[in-house]
């Protein structure tokens, strides 16, 4: 009778754990995310935007941007950031004005000096942006190429700007880097 009663208890116990849903741990097939490890801190903002612009997205990268200036306020380096997606975005004008804002509070940054010359190359402002990019050049000591040759074109622009060969030349941005930009003719 004890055999009996070991052996029915047994199978009720093996009965009521194939009636759990997991056990301890959870199940493969359940659709529901894992919880989220709030103990660990997030990835800055400012990170995360260099990251969406690199891939293109400078909406989304003015978003993760919003993030960082929530936690650090607005920074020199922030404006340069937000400014350098707008030249993403081809907002030119608000472009302009936070890399130049930026440019007041830290004036010793040669890539936001690099971004305020292409931006003002393409608006056509080409004596200010050889003046900018002598600028960018000079912090730089000449190490970045993409500001070299952003110098070259402004300085060739400036030299001869009443030619015309009657061919319109397009040019393009061109990112380099994390945060700077080359002014490239387009074949």
Same mark, same amino acid.
């Given at each position: 009778?004890?055999?009996?009663?070991?052996?029915?208890?047994?199978?009720?116990?093996?009965?009521?754990?194939?009636?759990?849903?997991?056990?301890?741990? @959870?199940?493969?097939?359940?659709?529901?995310?894992?919880?989220? #490890?709030?103990? $660990?801190?997030?990835?800055?903002?400012? *990170?995360?935007? =260099?990251?969406?612009?690199?891939?293109?997205?400078? +909406?989304?990268?003015?978003?993760?941007?919003?993030?960082?200036?929530?936690?650090?306020?607005?920074?020199?380096?922030? !404006?340069?950031?937000?400014?350098?997606?707008?030249?993403?975005?081809?907002?030119?004008?608000?472009? +302009? @004005?936070?890399?130049? +804002?930026?440019? $007041?509070?830290?004036? #010793?940054?040669?890539?936001? =000096?690099?971004?305020?010359? *292409?931006?003002?190359?393409? $608006?056509?402002?080409?004596?200010?942006? +050889?003046?900018?990019?002598? $600028?960018?050049?000079?912090?730089?000591?000449?190490?970045?190429?993409?500001?070299?040759?952003?110098?070259?074109?402004?300085?060739? !622009?400036?030299?001869?700007?009443?030619? #015309?060969?009657? !061919?319109?030349?397009?040019? !393009?941005?061109?990112?380099?880097?994390?945060?700077?930009?080359?002014?490239?003719?387009?074949?």
């Amino acid at each position: 009778m004890t055999t009996l009663r070991a052996s029915a208890l047994v199978i009720l116990l093996l009965s009521l754990a194939a009636c759990s849903s997991g056990g301890l741990g @959870t199940s493969d097939d359940n659709p529901f995310a894992p919880p989220v #490890d709030t103990s $660990k801190e997030a990835v800055d903002g400012l *990170v995360v935007g =260099w990251r969406l612009m690199e891939a293109g997205e400078y +909406e989304l990268a003015l978003d993760a941007f919003a993030r960082h200036a929530v936690d650090h306020g607005t920074t020199p380096e922030l !404006k340069a950031a937000v400014g350098t997606a707008y030249i993403g975005l081809g907002r030119l004008g608000q472009a +302009e @004005t936070l890399l130049r +804002e930026s440019l $007041k509070e830290g004036p #010793d940054h040669p890539e936001t =000096w690099n971004n305020l010359g *292409v931006v003002l190359m393409e $608006k056509g402002e080409l004596p200010e942006a +050889e003046l900018v990019f002598r $600028k960018a050049y000079a912090l730089d000591n000449g190490e970045s190429d993409s500001i070299r040759d952003n110098l070259r074109l402004a300085l060739a !622009k400036s030299e001869n700007p009443g030619y #015309d060969d009657g !061919k319109t030349q397009d040019y !393009k941005l061109v990112r380099r880097g994390s945060s700077d930009y080359l002014i490239r003719q387009t074949p």
